[in-house]
């Protein structure tokens, strides 16, 4: 059973989440009903990763109840503006087989095109007619957080964002906290580049447990949301077998000097418009 967190808008999420991006559609319901099984209610997809049918079937197919399940979805960039992204949630929602969603995101500030503001007042529209629960950004830097404060008044509940034990991101987290935004990691593995880790490797030995357990262990105990991505099944059940040890403060040390402001694996948001 994963521990939660209680965001701005008062919803509850898990802490500890299911990430399908590269899970193929016609393998994204046996992946997210492995998952369901194994303990996972919090499901990570998005419109551009081509899948949230085949999500859709694993949540019809699931033996939890809908109410129990936490399903967050994206909204691509080329939909961004008022009445596309009330099309494209839509078009979401048809896929993902359901009525109403817990957590939807603008994927991308899209920085060069500067519509989220608009998409942004669509979002809130969809929470307001209880489409959406809780509403939030990914991949926003301080600067397009300020700006939509500014310009609608609305804070996010999430943003996800790149973070990982090589690239923390402590000065929006900081900036987060103050704001009442909650973090949520993605490539929280750092897509498994980081199980070679030496340093992480010897926590792990020390605790008994995998390198990949040690570091989503790490993001529960820094107050992140955090949706790790596997297809295997093993992997799937691993992942979410994290809930019988603590880090010592010594662990926690050695992983905060792994920390590189080089360390970023996906692009830059200022720089990703596409
Ligand atoms: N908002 C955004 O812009 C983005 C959001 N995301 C979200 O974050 C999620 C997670 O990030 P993602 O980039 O997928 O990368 P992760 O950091 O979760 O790493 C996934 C990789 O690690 C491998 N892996 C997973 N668990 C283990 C394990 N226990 N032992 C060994 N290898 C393991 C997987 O292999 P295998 O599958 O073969 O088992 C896969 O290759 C995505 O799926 C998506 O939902 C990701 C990128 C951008
Ligand atoms: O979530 C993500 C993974 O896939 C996309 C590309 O296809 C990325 O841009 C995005 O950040």
Redesign the pocket.
């Known amino acids: 059973m994963t521990t939660s967190l209680v965001l701005n808008d008062g919803q509850s999420i898990p802490q500890l989440g299911f990430?399908?991006?590269?899970?193929p559609n016609d393998g994204a319901a046996v992946a997210v009903g492995t998952a369901i099984k194994a303990g996972y209610r919090l499901i990570?997809?998005?419109a551009i990763?081509g899948n949230e049918t085949g999500v859709g079937e694993a949540i019809a197919a699931a033996s939890v109840p809908r109410e129990d399940l936490f399903i967050t979805t994206?909204l691509w960039n080329d939909r961004q503006g008022y009445d596309s992204t009330l099309r494209a949630f839509d078009e979401s929602m048809k896929r993902l087989r359901l009525e109403g969603l817990d957590l939807y995101?603008i994927?991308?500030p899209a920085a060069q095109r500067g519509a989220y503001v608009d998409t942004w007042r669509a979002f809130a529209r969809l929470k307001e007619e209880g489409r959406v629960r809780s509403i939030g950004v990914?991949?926003f830097t301080i600067a397009h957080l300020e700006r939509l404060q500014r310009e609608s008044g609305i804070v996010p509940a999430v943003n996800?964002?790149?973070l990982?034990p090589r690239f923390q991101q402590t000065a929006l987290r900081r900036f987060q906290e103050k704001a009442g935004i909650a973090t949520e990691s993605?490539?929280?593995?750092?897509?498994?580049t980081l199980?070679q880790d030496p340093v992480l490797k010897a926590i792990a030995a020390r605790h008994g447990k995998?390198?990949?357990?040690v570091i989503i262990r790490w993001h529960l105990d820094s107050g992140l949301i955090v949706?790790?991505?596997?297809?295997?099944p093993a992997?799937i059940r691993?992942?979410f077998d994290v809930f019988d040890f603590e880090l010592s403060p010594e662990d926690k040390a050695g992983i905060a000097g792994l920390d590189d402001p080089r360390g970023r694996i996906?692009p830059d948001p200022d720089r990703f418009s596409n």
């Open positions: 990430g399908v991006w590269q899970v990570d997809t998005a990763y994206k995101l994927h991308w990914s991949n996800q964002v790149e990982h993605w490539s929280p593995l750092g897509q498994g199980l995998t390198t990949a357990q949706i790790p991505k596997s297809v295997t992997r691993e992942n996906g």
